[in-house]
C-alpha cells in the first residue's frame, strides 16, 4: 500500500482519491474549497482543506511521506503549476500533474511533473488504476463490475499455458488476446497457449479478480 496526496477535488481529482481508497490506497485529498473537502471526505482516508500553494500550508501536512502526489487543480493555471513546483522541491517521489493543453504541460514537465495528463472526462479512474499497478496498460469500464484491460503478463504467468494457470475456473477471468512482443496477436487463444515473457494480454472479467491480478509479480 502506498500513501497518495491529491490536490484539487474538482471531476478530475475526486474520482482519482475515491479509485485510489477503493483500491485500498492511502489518501490524503486536499482542496482550498471546504466544500469539495466536505463532500470527498467520507470516501477517502483523510481530507483537508488547504491553500496548496502556501508551502507553510504544505509542508505542515507532511508531503515527504507521501510516495506520489496527484495535482488536479483545473482553472487556476498558476495555481497548478505552483503547486507542482512545491511539492517537487519538498521531496515527492512522484507528481503526476493535470495539464489543460499542450503548453500548460509543458511548463508542468520544465517545474519537475514526473507525468503529465490530459483528462478527458472521468479519466481519474483511468489514471488511478494506472498508478496503483505497474502491470495494467489499459482498460475500458464495463457495466454490472466488468471490464477488460490490456496488463503486462506477470512473470508467474510466463512458462505456463493457459490451461496450466486455469484462470476461468479459479477466477471470473478470461484471456482473449495474447499479444507477443514481435507484435503478433493470438486471438481467442486456446488452453495450449503459452505466455511468454514480454507478453500483454487482454482479459476480461470481475473487476474484483482483475485489481488482484494487476498486483501480481
Known amino acids: 500500500m502506498k500513501s497518495y496526496l491529491v490536490v484539487g477535488l474538482?471531476?478530475?481529482?475526486?474520482?482519482?482519491?475515491?479509485t485510489l481508497t477503493?483500491?485500498?490506497?492511502?489518501?490524503?485529498?486536499?482542496d482550498i474549497d471546504e466544500e469539495r473537502v466536505k463532500y470527498v471526505a467520507p470516501e477517502v482516508t483523510h481530507a483537508l482543506q488547504v491553500d496548496a500553494t502556501d508551502a507553510n500550508a504544505l509542508k505542515s501536512l507532511g508531503v515527504r511521506n507521501f510516495q506520489v502526489a496527484v495535482v488536479g487543480i483545473g482553472g487556476d493555471v498558476q495555481a497548478n503549476i505552483m503547486t507542482t513546483l512545491l511539492l517537487k522541491e519538498m521531496?515527492?517521489?512522484?507528481?503526476?500533474?493535470?495539464?489543460?493543453?499542450?503548453?500548460?504541460?509543458?511548463?508542468?514537465?520544465?517545474?519537475?511533473?514526473?507525468?503529465?495528463v490530459y483528462p478527458e472526462r472521468d479519466m481519474g479512474k483511468r489514471v488511478a488504476h494506472n498508478l496503483v499497478s505497474?502491470?495494467?496498460?489499459?482498460?475500458?469500464?464495463?457495466?454490472?463490475?466488468?471490464?477488460?484491460?490490456?496488463?503486462?503478463?506477470?512473470?508467474?504467468?510466463?512458462?505456463?499455458s493457459l490451461k496450466e494457470l486455469n484462470l476461468r475456473n479459479k477466477t471470473d477471468l478470461t484471456i482473449i488476446v495474447i499479444k507477443h512482443t514481435d507484435?503478433?496477436?493470438l486471438i481467442s487463444p486456446g488452453g495450449d497457449a503459452t505466455i511468454q515473457a514480454g507478453d500483454n494480454l487482454v482479459v476480461l472479467g470481475k473487476n474484483a479478480d482483475l485489481d488482484r491480478v494487476e498486483q501480481m509479480k
Open 10 to 18: 474538482g471531476r478530475f481529482g475526486t474520482s482519482v482519491a475515491r
Open 22 to 30: 477503493k483500491l485500498g490506497q492511502e489518501v490524503l485529498a486536499v
Open 91 to 116: 521531496g515527492v517521489p512522484y507528481v503526476v500533474a493535470k495539464a489543460l493543453n499542450k503548453i500548460q504541460g509543458r511548463v508542468l514537465e520544465k517545474v519537475g511533473a514526473d507525468r503529465v
Open 134 to 160: 505497474a502491470n495494467l496498460v489499459d482498460y475500458i469500464e464495463l457495466a454490472q463490475g466488468y471490464r477488460i484491460e490490456e496488463i503486462a503478463a506477470p512473470q508467474s504467468f510466463v512458462g505456463k
Open 183 to 185: 507484435g503478433s496477436l
